[in-house]
């Protein structure tokens, strides 16, 4: 069943191309399909998979739904969700953005090293599409290039994972032994394949561009395809390489954190400064990853999934205001609502207590600190209290200062959207089990590689 | 009510407030102030000892106790912050944002007494987070200036409170467990003294953030001296004391003196309190310093502030009983002191839209009230008997005088001294002197406003007449902390307060105030009576000269003749070209600015053929690395 | 004259003793003033001593000529001196102009203004003779007779048309003290 | 008269000066006043730059005032006095407070003694005298006895010649 | 009740001695400059005079620091042990920061009073008078803690008794010096009269004064002078019965005027690096010497 995720959104891609208007409702419907499907198959709790055609893997494509897969599918099918619920965002975008949907689930899904390169090229290029919306070409052009580079590096990784134990298959990769040497530079290579969709240092450049360059990329690529792109670090690193190569991700993610937060303070573009801000937590995610325990990689994803929902606010709103006004200068008080959401979604990023950022960010420091690792911690802290500076900059800023004469209508959907998201986050503070105990899930069938090889290896089920 | 929702429902009551606020922002002042009453009563009725539960987070208990040091601040914090929200019932009129105001202030209370009630590390961040949020965003209402400082304030008031974080959770890496009287008890038995003392300064770091002290005071001044008239009374009389609160919970909670007894340093304390102390010093001379050469009045009685939180810190650091109590009292007084001179501030802003002492003046005859209690509150806060503030200045002293802290003691009584010299200039030049023009119209503030000031002054000439109630739960404190338990301070019985050296009677210091004003009123009335001299003559009659002496000439415009800029020249003069600590900050903010240009500018901003070059350098790099 | 009670009088006896003086120093006659105070002739040894400022003193002393610019202020210092208050006018200047007696700018004779208690003839006189004057000065005051501060409450109407006719007003409000 | 005075003479020879050496440092030009000026920016830019004073004398008879500019020279310590007659009864001249902001003041102390008008300084306040109501006084028509009699009243003497003898003799104490 | 009169008695004993001192002073001076001078009981007169006479009041604040000037200064004098325990009259309450700073209350009344009367030259003298308290306070109370520090007491007629084996200007010379240079400054004397500078300021804070606010104002001074000789005669020459008393009393004052009318006047800066420079730095060698033990 969970090939439907695929398959439907696809499906309705081509079908729009033949009848245009028809884009946005059948995006809505994909997207309302493809929740639906996650929500009946809640939580497998073992290893399903799905083949193509009747190869059982090793070999021919297969699908591979488990625990983490599914959340990573949950996550991202949700905020295309919530994009869809927004008829003037998709604008003429409805197709891109099926196919996107369709390749972000592709590539979360699959169980195949040389599919998962395919889908990716998919999810880049749509994601250019959706990237250039609003004139962005440079930017976009700037992300095609990048992914193109990023493309090919992991292409070239999948063929020495090849060339080193002859599968493609995660699970058969996962149980070959693989000489030092080649593990050394597959791993490398995935790491810098990956940094550019996982926006680690310096692979990142495009991100500013890109995010803030239009209002509808950065909600859809800063949540859903951010998070489709941090699961298959976490798949890669965790599952299928056990941890090989995890110091150059720590590192890189180390930097990043840093860089990230620096940029952003500098940033006088309020969408950009928020890119900055997502790239920051990015390096969070990743060097959380690589610490590799099951806990460690639950509470990255933890992170992640309250950053994502705090990020999709924050750039419904900031896109919002980035294009109905010339001078941000106290718009909240205009748009109290917006203000509202904003404020509790970048305090959630902060991790300020009452919000869900405090809950995972608290709680990655505490397992830091269990693992004896003193400089993640103070890293993140020293982040944290740049975060904190311009956080309350914008805030100050968008509530405070002087309003102009500009006006422009309150949006609805938007608003409520955003109000929604963000009361989940307060949500999620008092009661973090709604975002945690999937997380945790998620860390778990991550770290486990055993149950991974068995479940993909043993059972056959359902088919095309 | 259990303390866990007391809290609660003070957090979901501050919501309920604002939209209350709403509809009638009056109406939500009002009930602000009930409900301020109300924890008034709550708290004097809470016995000692209650606990409650607020939950768990991973796995960690989160506690609340009432102890002897959670009801001193609290009661002390309400008495502040209830002043300030009677206060703000007419006050709030010439805000702009009362509603949000009315939440943020109800919901700052409820995080303060949060901290105060906190038997753990990680419940204290929260509502210690919750406090400082929601200050934060009372902050930035004010004028243009209130922006920048909310921003600064949030940032430095962050790094102290991750640096404790950092430190907390050292500790429960350590020790297994968050609760504070538990670290404490396995900080005794643990040999690492390096281990120790990073805890104990990343602890102490989030109150020196908070409360002004030496390398993270500069916020202070900026917060206080721009934030909403009203609220830097809260701001300085309130907040600045959570920072004391933690600072008292490191060094006595924590009892520093067995802790580190293997490092002494002199005189029995123990190298990490004496690094607090210096700490504490520097900011006694800087706050005094700093604040003799403001003009702004706000900043100034910022500074001071500044320089009051060192006596606190150098009071709590000797960790004597005397200083302790001293250190510890001196947050009653410097809490009402302030409370008072900011709200008199707010109340003179609030009529004459000013806060340049060099554009006030001669508002005595304008605003005689205001001016009482500013007067008032000085006094406590120059440490002048019979008001309250004497009281822990002499304790202070005879801490440092008995453990012969020479350098210390020279800065305390400097700041002592200083502190006549910066508390006169704005009674000297906004209260005295000439009233310019352009204020003759100005009136008195309504009663909402007055009252909560007076009442306050009330309070504190009671305590500095009769101290034993506010001792009491002090020296209950130093009971729960062990500083010296058998030793009794205030002698209620026989009215005297006794120090290592000597006692002093308060009612008697009082008595003997009384008897020379009665003499002196005596020999007033006994002599001829005097002709009044109107200064007020040019206000009322055009043309009309002012009666005072000036070599003969006649003046015609008297607030030309105010004394009122660049008060102390000649002491000011002397210290011109100071160094400033809060350059090197500016400093440091820029470096992080500056590095983010330049991270933009080689990583961000290149076409995409550099990038091609980023991700070929970077792949380079690893396989060398890692082969 | 009223009769003294006997607190005035013990008063006046006092008054006579401590005698501070403001030194209007106008003219010429300033020079004679310390050679006065100092060793030489030592005017403390009767009580006398110089004060800064007309609220604390009890006789003006004016040492010279007046122009009407000048008469202006001592008037003004005069009323703001505490009451009981003596003036003694030193030189002829003081008395009828002196050598300005035809100066279109300088007054001829201070007693139409303000109440002169004592007057110095000579041009300048000497230091004994300021001397005696204090000392007739401090006679009259024990006596109760240098009443001319009485004497300027009760015709105060008079002294203030002779100053109005010669100064136009007392006040002027002028540029420099805008 | 120095070397650098002569020279500076001689280029003023254009405009028809009265010259008169009052003393080796001192030079004293009579011009016609329609060329005050001229004379006066041809000194300031010789080095004459300083304007030590500037008067006035009423020549009654002559019905005349003299304006006397008295310049110096702060190189060679020389001093230039320019002077010029204009008509006493309809008193008028140009005002030099563009070469000399100082000049400002001198000419409104020149008319508030001597009521001379200058064109171009409109700030006329007196600047001396307080509520001033008569002619200017230093002009010679003025008579200050008359004024000082009708203003402040002289005291009367009431000679007693007979004690004064007697007090001459000794006869009694005075 | 006996604690009262003796209250009472130190106001009657520092009134007659201060002001006679006071005359005497003024002799002295006279003398040293080859004057006559004016009889010992001119300041009576003087003070009398100026009660009587028909004053001016600029506004309420002008009574009200007058008031407080003199009730504050009053009670200071009050405390004040008179060199022995027998006459103090509040042994419970002699301690010296105690006195210091209810001394500060008469400071501050005539402080405000005098600014209150809106006169720009009572506002200099007045932010002179505060900076020079902030030179000449610093030595003395270096100087006095460690006197408390030796004798660890800071109530005077216990440091009175501690001293019976010798005065404390002999057990630590250096630190008895530093306070009587502080005492100079502390008694406004020739050097250190910046704050009223007639001549500059005419006369500072005490412009606007007239008749009895300059009376009471006199007597408000007198006691200052009493409480500040006082404490450094009970301090530092170890009391005594109440005649020796009185004559160290007078052999202090003496001292001071003697050396005050042989000197200039400070300006205020120049005021502040003299106490902040050699005094300061004694005060600090002395209370090295103290906690080293080192005194004589």
Request: proline share 4%.
């Amino acid at each position: 069943m969970i090939s439907l995720l695929i398959a439907i959104p696809l499906l309705l891609a081509f079908v729009s191309v033949m009848w245009k208007r028809l884009a946005k409702p059948l995006f809505f419907l994909a997207a309302v399909t493809n929740m639906t499907v996650l929500l009946a198959s809640w939580f497998p709790n073992s290893v399903e998979i799905h083949v193509m055609g009747s190869w059982k893997p090793p070999f021919g494509i297969n699908l591979v739904f488990d625990n983490a897969s599914f959340y990573a599918a949950l996550v991202v099918n949700f905020f295309f969700f919530l994009v869809s619920l927004m008829p003037n965002l998709v604008e003429s975008y409805g197709v891109s953005l099926m196919l996107l949907m369709a390749a972000a689930n592709g590539f979360v899904l699959t169980g195949d090293l040389f599919n998962s390169f395919v889908f990716m090229e998919i999810m880049t290029i749509t994601a250019v599409t959706v990237a250039s919306r609003r004139e962005n070409f440079y930017n976009a052009f700037k992300y095609l290039i990048l992914g193109g580079i990023a493309g090919s590096i992991y292409l070239l990784a999948t063929i020495f994972a090849y060339t080193a134990t002859g599968s493609l298959n995660m699970a058969h990769v996962s149980m070959a032994t693989i000489s030092a040497s080649s593990l050394v530079a597959i791993t490398t290579l995935y790491a810098i394949g990956l940094g550019v969709e996982a926006k680690l240092f310096p692979l990142n450049g495009w991100v500013s561009g890109v995010y803030g360059g239009n209002d509808l990329a950065p909600v859809i690529l800063g949540t859903s395809v951010s998070f489709a792109a941090l699961y298959m670090v976490g798949r890669l690193f965790g599952t299928v390489f056990h941890g090989s190569g995890a110091g150059v991700l720590y590192t890189l993610a180390l930097i990043t954190i840093i860089i990230g937060e620096v940029a952003a303070l500098r940033q006088q573009n309020l969408l950009k400064a928020f890119a900055y801000s997502s790239v920051a937590q990015a390096g969070v995610v990743v060097a959380m990853i690589s610490k590799g325990t099951s806990r460690a990689m639950g509470l990255a994803y933890f992170h992640l999934t309250n950053d994502a929902v705090a990020k999709f606010v924050i750039f419904l709103v900031a896109g919002f205001l980035v294009y109905n006004y010339k001078n941000l200068n106290g718009v909240f008080k205009k748009h109290k609502v917006l203000g509202a959401s904003f404020s509790m979604a970048t305090f959630s990023l902060v991790g300020f207590p009452l919000f869900a950022g405090f809950q995972s960010k608290l709680r990655i420091i505490m397992e830091l600190f269990s693992m004896k690792d003193y400089l993640f911690p103070a890293v993140m802290l020293l982040a944290t209290l740049i975060e904190v500076g311009y956080v309350v900059r914008w805030n100050v800023k968008l509530w405070f200062e002087e309003e102009t004469d500009e006006k422009a209508d309150n949006p609805i959907v938007a608003g409520t959207l955003a109000l929604i998201l963000s009361l989940l986050l307060v949500a999620v503070f008092i009661k973090p089990e709604i975002f945690l105990g999937g997380a945790m899930k998620m860390g778990n069938a991550l770290a486990d590689t055993k149950d991974y090889i068995h479940g993909v290896l043993s059972v056959v089920k359902g088919g095309m | 009510m259990a303390l866990s929702t007391l809290l609660i429902s003070l957090l979901v009551t501050s919501v309920v407030i604002y939209f209350i606020s709403k509809v009638s922002w009056r109406a939500g002042a009002i009930l602000n102030f009930l409900i301020g009453v109300f924890l008034i009563s709550y708290v004097f009725a809470l016995h000692i000892g209650v606990t409650s539960n607020l939950g768990t987070l991973f796995g960690q208990k989160l506690q609340l106790t009432w102890t002897h040091a959670s009801y001193y601040f609290s009661a002390v914090s309400l008495l502040v912050i209830v002043s300030v929200m009677l206060f703000a019932i007419k006050w709030l009129d010439s805000q702009k944002y009362p509603a949000a105001f009315n939440m943020f202030i109800l919901m700052m209370t409820a995080g303060s007494l949060g901290v105060f009630m906190a038997a753990d590390l990680i419940t204290l961040y929260i509502f210690w987070e919750i406090a400082v949020l929601s200050s934060m965003l009372i902050v930035p209402m004010g004028k243009k200036e209130s922006r920048k400082a909310a921003v600064i304030y949030a940032v430095m008031s962050a790094s102290g409170t991750y640096m404790y974080l950092y430190g907390a959770f050292l500790a429960f890496q350590r020790y297994g467990t968050l609760n504070i009287s538990e670290i404490a008890r396995h900080m005794v038995s643990d040999p690492s003294t390096g281990i120790k003392a990073a805890i104990f300064l990343l602890l102490a770091s989030a109150g020196i953030a908070k409360s002004g002290i030496f390398p993270l005071h500069t916020w202070l001044r900026i917060a206080h001296g721009n934030a909403p008239d009203a609220f830097s009374a809260v701001l300085s009389g309130q907040l600045v004391k959570l920072g004391s609160y933690v600072l008292m919970i490191t060094v006595a909670a924590i009892p520093s003196l067995r802790v580190f007894g293997n490092i002494p340093f002199y005189s029995g304390i123990p190298a990490t309190n004496y690094f607090l102390i210096a700490l504490g010093a520097t900011s006694i001379i800087i706050g005094t310093l700093m604040a003799i050469k403001q003009d702004d009045m706000k900043m100034l009685i910022a500074f001071s502030s500044v320089a009051n939180g060192g006596y606190i810190l150098i009071g709590i650091g000797t960790m004597d009983p005397m200083g302790f109590e001293g250190g510890v009292l001196h947050v009653f007084n410097h809490a009402i002191a302030a409370a008072v001179i900011f709200m008199a501030f707010a109340s003179v802003v609030y009529r004459t839209h000013t806060k340049k002492i060099s554009e006030l003046g001669g508002l005595i005859h304008k605003m005689p009230i205001t001016f009482l209690a500013y007067l008032f509150a000085i006094i406590s806060l120059a440490g002048i008997p019979p008001m309250s503030g004497f009281i822990s200045k002499w304790m202070i002293y005879q801490a440092l005088v008995r453990k012969g802290m020479f350098i210390t003691a020279f800065i305390a009584f400097f700041g002592s001294i200083g502190s006549f010299l910066y508390v006169f200039r704005p009674l000297a030049g906004v209260f005295l002197g000439q009233l310019p023009k352009k204020y003759k119209d100005v009136k008195e503030v309504p009663p909402v406003m007055w009252i909560p000031m007076m009442t306050l002054v009330v309070i504190s000439l009671v305590i500095g007449i009769w101290p034993f109630p506010v001792l009491q739960p002090i020296e209950g404190m130093r009971m729960d902390y062990g500083i010296a338990p058998t030793m009794r301070i205030a002698d209620s019985s026989h009215w005297l307060i006794k120090g290592f050296s000597g006692s002093w009677n308060p009612v008697l210091v009082f008595n003997l105030f009384i008897i020379g004003f009665v003499i002196a009123y005596i020999l007033y009335t006994m002599f001829p009576r005097p002709k009044k001299v109107d200064l007020l003559a040019p206000h009322k009659e055009e043309g009309a000269p002012i009666n005072i002496y000036t070599g003969g000439e006649y003046i015609y415009t008297p607030e030309l003749y105010h004394y009122n800029t660049k008060f102390y020249a000649g002491f000011e003069r002397m210290y011109e070209k100071h160094p400033s600590w809060e350059k090197v900050l500016e400093m440091l903010a820029k470096f992080f600015h500056d590095l983010g240009e330049w991270v933009h500018g080689w990583f961000f901003r290149p076409s995409p053929s550099a990038y091609t070059f980023w991700v070929s350098l970077t792949i380079l790099i690893v396989f060398w690395v890692r082969w | 004259m009223k009769e003294r009670t006997i607190w005035e009088q013990i008063a006046d006896s006092f008054r006579s003793r401590s005698i501070w003086m403001l030194h209007y120093c106008t003219g010429c006659g300033a020079m004679e003033l310390p050679p006065t105070m100092t060793a030489r002739f030592d005017m403390e040894r009767f009580g006398i001593a110089p004060m800064a400022t007309p609220r604390q003193a009890d006789i003006l002393l004016i040492t010279g000529y007046l122009n009407t610019k000048t008469l202006r202020r001592v008037i003004y210092t005069y009323e703001q001196m505490a009451d009981p208050k003596y003036v003694i006018g030193f030189g002829s200047c003081t008395i009828n102009g002196g050598i300005y007696f035809d100066s279109y700018s300088t007054i001829n004779r201070l007693d139409y203004y303000i109440p002169v208690d004592v007057y110095i003839a000579g041009c300048m006189p000497r230091p004994e003779a300021i001397l005696e004057a204090f000392n007739y000065l401090m006679e009259k005051i024990r006596k109760g007779e240098a009443d001319g501060w009485k004497r300027y409450r009760e015709n105060y109407d008079w002294y203030k048309q002779n100053q109005i006719r010669s100064l136009g007003e007392v006040y002027v409000h002028d540029e420099f003290h805008e | 008269m120095t070397n650098s005075m002569s020279n500076l003479v001689k280029i003023l020879e254009s405009f028809n000066p009265f010259v008169e050496e009052i003393d080796e440092k001192e030079i004293k030009i009579t011009v016609s006043p329609d060329k005050v000026v001229a004379v006066l920016e041809t000194l300031k830019a010789n080095g004459y730059s300083h304007l030590s004073l500037m008067t006035c004398v009423d020549w009654i008879d002559d019905n005349q005032l003299e304006l006397v500019y008295i310049l110096f020279s702060w190189e060679d310590g020389g001093k230039f006095l320019v002077s010029t007659r204009i008509d006493r009864s309809n008193p008028k001249f140009v005002t030099v407070k563009e070469l000399w902001p100082v000049a400002r003041f001198y000419e409104r102390e020149i008319h508030e003694f001597f009521g001379v008008e200058f064109e171009g300084n409109d700030d006329m306040k007196p600047l001396f005298l307080e509520l001033w109501d008569e002619r200017p006084p230093l002009r010679k028509d003025f008579d200050p006895r008359d004024y000082s009699r009708k203003k402040f009243p002289d005291r009367e003497y009431e000679k007693d010649v007979i004690k004064e003898a007697k007090i001459f003799r000794g006869e009694i104490n005075g | 009740m006996v604690a009262a009169y003796k209250a009472l008695f130190n106001l009657v004993v520092a009134f007659f001695l201060v002001l006679s001192l006071e005359g005497i002073g003024r002799k002295i001076t006279a003398r040293i400059q080859r004057r006559i001078g004016p009889p010992w009981y001119q300041n009576f007169i003087d003070l009398f005079k100026a009660l009587s006479k028909h004053p001016f009041s600029n506004g309420w604040i002008f009574d009200f620091g007058v008031l407080m000037a003199l009730g504050g200064t009053m009670a200071t004098a009050m405390v004040i042990p008179m060199g022995s325990a027998f006459w103090t009259p509040f042994p419970n309450s002699d301690n010296f920061f105690v006195i210091m700073y209810l001394f500060a209350v008469g400071a501050l009344g005539m402080a405000m009073g005098m600014v209150g009367s809106g006169n720009p030259w009572s506002s200099i003298g007045v932010s002179r008078a505060l900076t020079q308290m902030l030179g000449y306070e610093l030595p003395y109370l270096i100087v006095i803690s460690s006197t408390i520090f030796h004798y660890k007491t800071a109530s005077i007629h216990k440091l009175i008794e501690m001293q019976r084996g010798g005065w404390n200007l002999l057990v630590m010379p250096l630190g008895g010096i530093i306070a009587f240079v502080s005492l100079m400054g502390m008694l406004g004397k020739k050097p250190f009269d910046i704050a009223t500078a007639p001549a500059e300021i005419a006369s500072g804070p005490m412009t606007e004064l007239s008749g009895k606010y300059m009376g009471l104002l006199h007597i408000m001074h007198v006691f200052a002078i009493f409480v500040e000789i006082s404490l450094f005669v009970d301090i530092f020459l170890g009391g005594g019965n109440f005649g020796w008393y009185l004559v160290k009393f007078i052999v202090v004052w003496v001292l001071a005027v003697m050396i005050s009318s042989v000197l200039p006047r400070f300006r205020i800066e120049q005021m502040i690096k003299f106490y902040w420079g050699v005094p300061l730095g004694l005060a600090f060698l002395n209370a090295l010497f103290v906690l080293l033990g080192w005194t004589l």
